[in-house]
């Protein structure tokens, strides 16, 4: 009992000396020091924050010098893509196909022909010969080819027998071998002749798109620069013939699909790449059409719409998503487009775009975008990259706004810079209580 008496009283003494304290304006050396400790706790969490905001900036701007300040990217960049792509398209090509109907093919395709423009540079040409010939067979799997369904007259259809024919002549030109030219001679006969009998034949039963058909004759055209295939000029003729009643009205471009109305970018991007191989003249006219209605800056930077300027409509399964009208798949085919015709700034323009945006980080053995997570989306990329670039033209093209992006980067830099040497977060007070130099120093000799 004494004892609890002897507590209460000692209780009861600590807190009448406490409030003497707090009436002359000091607190007990306990309270100092968490009032003190407080105060310096925000002053660090302060200058971590300030830290964190300076390293942001430093980071967006290696980032943004790395993708705005060099000019088209070079063999290395695109080396450094295709490695990664045969490393890593063996295990990724399943994921491809169930996003997208060609996911696998083309995951194979872009990179085999990717290594293949690589090889006729000269880059490494053994290495980048057995990935071509990994991708030609590859695509020739019957699970890939039966995808396409049974057509009429090319049994696998006008996509996939283009495309397997750009392949076989890269190989076969790069090789030389007498039973390679004469499977290109059969394939690119085959083609011709279908399109003799019908101008527009289907990829999938029941439909056909005219940009698979510029395509595959633009590859037969390939082929006849290394092998004979009689009667192609007028082949060629007659296709262009057809081809005038499948026409936006609108522009004077080739429409998407067979029994719509209208162009569409994912379409025109990839026939503003072949067409040259077809009718040089023609290819460019109708480059300078199809960048009149489809090339767009937005949200300050320069894309390709899916649909013309004036065409309100959603994306679909060949656009994929549309971010303000605009499609990325048919922007980086675009790039591919702009190296082919020579128009070097506006490749220039699009080649940068895809670095700032794609975040391309070293990966495995090579390098890779969006940390490897699409794919497809890298091999579209590289080979875009890898197209051989045409005389230039000398022509202007929009600019994103650089401007902006530099100024943003310096923002959170600039910003934690306040923060660090702007004023001090000022320690609590209570009401009454002084910050005198003697409690300062009897707090620091008792710690």
Known sequence: MQQWIGVLVSNQHMTERARAHAANGHFPPAAERSILLTGYSRNVVRKILA??????????????????????????????????????APSATSEMQALFPEGEFFTWALTGMAAGNLARSGRDPQSHLALLERAIA???????????????????????????????????ALTGDAAQLAEVSSEARAI???????????SYPGSAWPCDVVVALAA????????????????????????DAHRDPSNGL????????????????LIQVFLPDIDPERAAREWGIYKQAFLSPTLGLVGTREHAHGV??????????????VSASASAVTLAAARRHGDVELATVLDR??????????????????????????????????????????????????????????????????LWFGRKVPRETTPGMTRSPSRRKRFTEEL
């Open 51 to 88: 830290s964190a905001l300076v390293l942001v900036s430093l980071l967006s701007l290696v980032h943004l010098g790395r993708t705005t300040l060099p000019g088209l990217r070079g063999q290395d960049v695109v080396a450094s893509q295709v490695s990664w792509l045969a490393e890593k």
């Open 138 to 172: 590859e695509t020739g799997n019957p699970v890939v080819a039966g995808r396409f369904g049974t057509n009429d007259p090319l049994p696998h259809g006008t996509f996939y027998h283009g495309w397997r024919l750009l392949l076989l002549v890269e190989r076969a």
């Open 192 to 202: 011709a002749g279908a399109l003799d009998e019908n101008p527009l034949p289907s």
């Open 220 to 243: 037969v055209h390939r082929a006849s620069r290394i092998v004979e295939v009689p009667g192609l000029a007028g082949v060629t003729k007659r296709w262009f013939e057809a081809m």
């Open 254 to 269: 080739l429409i998407h699909q067979r029994g719509e109305s209208r162009a569409r970018g994912a379409s025109q991007s």
């Open 312 to 325: 309100d409509a959603p994306g679909d399964v060949d656009s994929g998503p549309l971010i303000n009208g």
């Open 353 to 418: 775009e895809a670095d700032l945006l794609g975040l391309p980080l070293p990966a495995g053995s090579g390098t890779a975008f969006a940390f490897g997570l699409l794919p497809v989306g890298d091999a579209f990329v590289a080979w875009a990259r890898s197209v051989l670039l045409g005389e230039a033209t000398g022509d202007p093209a929009p600019q994103p706004w650089w401007w902006l992006m530099w100024l943003t980067a310096f923002i959170p830099g600039a910003a934690g810079g306040a």
